[in-house]
């Protein structure tokens, strides 16, 4: 089973920034969190992954807790192709890759 | 850019028949893994490979088979379709088994009458 939780769905307004959240308060000190999104009727795409310092690349934005319990992935100004299920997944070196249900997000006109 | 390719987008079987669904990556990737996603489920991992003739079960494996002859090759085999793995089906590759960052393809969905 997934170690995160992620709310079932959100909405966000086209051109704000959408804050996707992620618990994961079982974390250990040598996992890692990844995100990914998956857009309807193609396979998931790698979004973005950190350890404990905040980490930005082309896409999003991550940050995590100072405690690591919880990961927040930012989209800063979300657009309609964005609206997507997005996965948030906690994985040391060695585990397999387990995907949770994610957070359905819609972004509104 | 990095490529994983299925063979197949959307296959039509009758039950009981044998299945191959056909992954390849052109990344070099050492690891390769197989999921099936399904309507409220989301995506269970089947079978992975870390390495040319190996393999591993996932979550998932009853009532199927892999092969990985080839670095860039990991095949997903049904024995014998029956309606319950009517699913889609999704390859992915990662550079190494250190790495949370896969490579998906497109998904090839399997329908078994």
């Known amino acids: 089973d997934a170690k995160t939780t992620q709310p079932t769905s959100m909405d966000c307004a086209e051109g704000r920034a959408a804050n996707l959240p992620c618990n994961h308060s079982?974390?250990?000190?040598?996992?890692?969190v990844y995100w990914y999104r998956q857009i309807h009727s193609q396979g998931p795409q790698y979004i973005i992954h950190?350890?404990?310092n905040n980490e930005t690349n082309e896409m999003a934005s991550l940050i995590i807790t100072e405690d690591r319990k919880s990961s927040t992935l930012i989209l800063p100004h979300a657009t309609l192709r964005d609206t997507a299920v997005y996965y948030c997944i906690d994985k040391t070196s060695y585990d397999k890759v387990i995907f949770g249900p994610g957070t359905s997000l819609s972004v509104i006109p | 850019d990095v490529k994983v390719t299925q063979s197949s987008r959307y296959l039509v079987k009758r039950t009981g028949e044998k299945v191959f669904l056909e992954c390849v990556q052109d990344m070099d990737h050492e690891n390769m893994f197989w999921y099936r996603q399904d309507p409220g489920l989301g995506l269970r991992l089947i079978y992975f490979?870390?390495?040319?003739?190996?393999?591993e079960k996932g979550d998932i494996p009853e009532g199927y088979s892999v092969s990985r002859e080839k670095k860039e090759r990991f095949s997903l085999i049904l024995e014998s379709a029956s309606t319950n793995q009517t699913s889609m089906y999704l390859c992915?590759?990662?550079?190494?088994?250190?790495?949370?960052?896969?490579?998906f393809g497109e998904g090839s969905r399997l329908t078994v009458l």
């Open positions: 992915a590759s990662s550079l190494a088994q250190y790495t949370g960052e896969l490579f």
């Open positions: 950190g350890l404990k």
């Open positions: 490979s870390y390495d040319v003739k190996m393999k």
């Open positions: 079982t974390i250990s000190g040598n996992e890692y």
